[in-house]
C-alpha cells in the first residue's frame, strides 16, 4: 500500500482532519448539510481523476477514478469515518483530510467494497455548485476565421450560470425552449482551486487544480437577438461537464486533442493549441478583474466546425434525439442526449 500511496497522490502538508470530532464532514446526510468555510488547498493533490455520483439517497458524493471502476469516498466515509472531503466541493475549499483517502481504501480491503462499476455510476456535474461559469468567446483561430471574425485582441468574457450545469449522460429539453438553431461547442474547462486576482500569467497554472470536458451548448437565433450572448448561452442544462476531473499534473491544457460527435459523426476535431489565449494567459487576464474562487469554472472556447460556421445551405441544427459526445484527450468522453 505504501508504494500505491505514493502514486495515488504525491501529496504533503495537506489539510488536516477538519476537527470533525470523529465523524465524517457532513456526518448524517440526511441533515442538513454544513455551511463551507471559505478556505482552500493548501497543496494540490496529484495524479487522480475524480468524479461526482448521484447516491441513492439524493446526495452527491465524491468519487476516484480505480482500475476497476470507481472508489465510493463519500459512502466508505459513512462507514468507516476516517474525515475524508466526501465531496467535490469539500476537498476545493480544504475541508477534511486528504490522507484519509488512504485509510478508507485500505479499511475497504480487497473485496471491491465502495467500488461501483463503470457502467452502474451515476454521474452529476463534477462541480455543482461554483460560484462561477466563466465563458470564452473566438478562442481558437480557426473558429474565429469560420465565423468571419477577427482574432480577438483580449479575451470575449461570457457567463453561464448554476441551472446551466449538465453532467455526463444527461439531457438538455431543447423541445421546451422558445429556440430552433441548437449548436454544439466542445470545450476544454479550467476548474480553478486557488484564489486568484491580479495573478501574473507566470503563477497562473499555479491556481488551477484540474482539468474537465464540457460542452457550451447554444441557441444561436437566441445568440443573435441581441449584442449581448448570455441569452443563448444560458438555457437550463447548457454547460455539461464531466463525467471526470483530471488533476493539472497529468495533463497539459494547451496541447490536447479535442472532438465533438454526433449521432456518430466527427464534427469538431482539433487541438487545444489552437486557442489564442492559453489556460494561463486566461487565469490571469479574467483574475485582472474579478476574484477567482476555488471550485469556479472557465470554458476556454470552442475550435472549429461549429454548425454556425457552415455556409447557410448546409447548416443543419441540432434537433431532439440527437446524441452529442465531446472527447478531450487524457480527460474522457462526456455524453449528452436532446429531447
Given at each position: 500500500m505504501k508504494q500505491d500511496r505514493r502514486s495515488f497522490l504525491k501529496v504533503s502538508g495537506m489539510a488536516g482532519a477538519a476537527t470533525l470530532a470523529g465523524t465524517s464532514l457532513y456526518g448524517n446526510t440526511s441533515a442538513a448539510p454544513v455551511p463551507l468555510q471559505q478556505s482552500e488547498l493548501s497543496e494540490f493533490p496529484k495524479g487522480l481523476t475524480f468524479a461526482s455520483l448521484k447516491r441513492d439517497d439524493g446526495s452527491i458524493g465524491l468519487g476516484i477514478k480505480r482500475k476497476g471502476g470507481i472508489f465510493d469516498v463519500?459512502?466508505?466515509e459513512q462507514e468507516f469515518r476516517q474525515g475524508a472531503p466526501t465531496t467535490m466541493e469539500a476537498m476545493l475549499h480544504g475541508q477534511g483530510d486528504i490522507e484519509a483517502f488512504y485509510r478508507l481504501i485500505d479499511r475497504s480491503g480487497e473485496t471491491g467494497k465502495h467500488l461501483i462499476a463503470m457502467e452502474k455510476a451515476s454521474f452529476a456535474p463534477c462541480v455543482s455548485s461554483p460560484e462561477k461559469i466563466i465563458c470564452i468567446g473566438l478562442n481558437y483561430r480557426k473558429h474565429a476565421a469560420e465565423?468571419?471574425?477577427?482574432?480577438?485582441?483580449q479575451p470575449i468574457l461570457f457567463n453561464k450560470y448554476n441551472t446551466a450545469l449538465n453532467c455526463h449522460g444527461g439531457v438538455i429539453a431543447v423541445s421546451k425552449e422558445q429556440a430552433?438553431?441548437?449548436?454544439?461547442?466542445?470545450?476544454?474547462?479550467?476548474?480553478?482551486?486557488k484564489q486568484a486576482r491580479n495573478v501574473s500569467e507566470a503563477n497562473a497554472k499555479g491556481h488551477i487544480f484540474g482539468y474537465a470536458t464540457g460542452n457550451d451548448f447554444t441557441a444561436r437565433d437566441l445568440?443573435?437577438?441581441?449584442?449581448?450572448?448570455m441569452l443563448?448561452?444560458?438555457l437550463d442544462g447548457?454547460?455539461?461537464?464531466?463525467?471526470?476531473?483530471?488533476?493539472?499534473?497529468?495533463a497539459d491544457g494547451d496541447n490536447l486533442k479535442i472532438e465533438c460527435k454526433v449521432n456518430g459523426q466527427v464534427r469538431q476535431s482539433s487541438s487545444t493549441n489552437d486557442m489564442v489565449f492559453n489556460c494561463s494567459q486566461l487565469v490571469s487576464y479574467i483574475s485582472t478583474y474579478m476574484t477567482l474562487k476555488p471550485g469556479d469554472l472557465i470554458f476556454t472556447g470552442t475550435p472549429e466546425g461549429v454548425i454556425s460556421g457552415y455556409p447557410k445551405d448546409k447548416q443543419v441544427w441540432l434537433k431532439t434525439g440527437d446524441k452529442?459526445?465531446?472527447?478531450?484527450?487524457?480527460?474522457?468522453?462526456?455524453?449528452?442526449?436532446?429531447?
Amino acid at each position: 500500500m505504501k508504494q500505491d500511496r505514493r502514486s495515488f497522490l504525491k501529496v504533503s502538508g495537506m489539510a488536516g482532519a477538519a476537527t470533525l470530532a470523529g465523524t465524517s464532514l457532513y456526518g448524517n446526510t440526511s441533515a442538513a448539510p454544513v455551511p463551507l468555510q471559505q478556505s482552500e488547498l493548501s497543496e494540490f493533490p496529484k495524479g487522480l481523476t475524480f468524479a461526482s455520483l448521484k447516491r441513492d439517497d439524493g446526495s452527491i458524493g465524491l468519487g476516484i477514478k480505480r482500475k476497476g471502476g470507481i472508489f465510493d469516498v463519500m459512502g466508505a466515509e459513512q462507514e468507516f469515518r476516517q474525515g475524508a472531503p466526501t465531496t467535490m466541493e469539500a476537498m476545493l475549499h480544504g475541508q477534511g483530510d486528504i490522507e484519509a483517502f488512504y485509510r478508507l481504501i485500505d479499511r475497504s480491503g480487497e473485496t471491491g467494497k465502495h467500488l461501483i462499476a463503470m457502467e452502474k455510476a451515476s454521474f452529476a456535474p463534477c462541480v455543482s455548485s461554483p460560484e462561477k461559469i466563466i465563458c470564452i468567446g473566438l478562442n481558437y483561430r480557426k473558429h474565429a476565421a469560420e465565423t468571419g471574425n477577427p482574432v480577438p485582441k483580449q479575451p470575449i468574457l461570457f457567463n453561464k450560470y448554476n441551472t446551466a450545469l449538465n453532467c455526463h449522460g444527461g439531457v438538455i429539453a431543447v423541445s421546451k425552449e422558445q429556440a430552433e438553431r441548437f449548436d454544439y461547442e466542445a470545450e476544454l474547462v479550467i476548474i480553478v482551486g486557488k484564489q486568484a486576482r491580479n495573478v501574473s500569467e507566470a503563477n497562473a497554472k499555479g491556481h488551477i487544480f484540474g482539468y474537465a470536458t464540457g460542452n457550451d451548448f447554444t441557441a444561436r437565433d437566441l445568440q443573435s437577438r441581441s449584442s449581448q450572448w448570455m441569452l443563448g448561452k444560458s438555457l437550463d442544462g447548457s454547460a455539461p461537464l464531466g463525467p471526470w476531473i483530471v488533476t493539472a499534473d497529468q495533463a497539459d491544457g494547451d496541447n490536447l486533442k479535442i472532438e465533438c460527435k454526433v449521432n456518430g459523426q466527427v464534427r469538431q476535431s482539433s487541438s487545444t493549441n489552437d486557442m489564442v489565449f492559453n489556460c494561463s494567459q486566461l487565469v490571469s487576464y479574467i483574475s485582472t478583474y474579478m476574484t477567482l474562487k476555488p471550485g469556479d469554472l472557465i470554458f476556454t472556447g470552442t475550435p472549429e466546425g461549429v454548425i454556425s460556421g457552415y455556409p447557410k445551405d448546409k447548416q443543419v441544427w441540432l434537433k431532439t434525439g440527437d446524441k452529442i459526445v465531446t472527447s478531450i484527450e487524457k480527460l474522457g468522453e462526456l455524453e449528452f442526449t436532446l429531447t
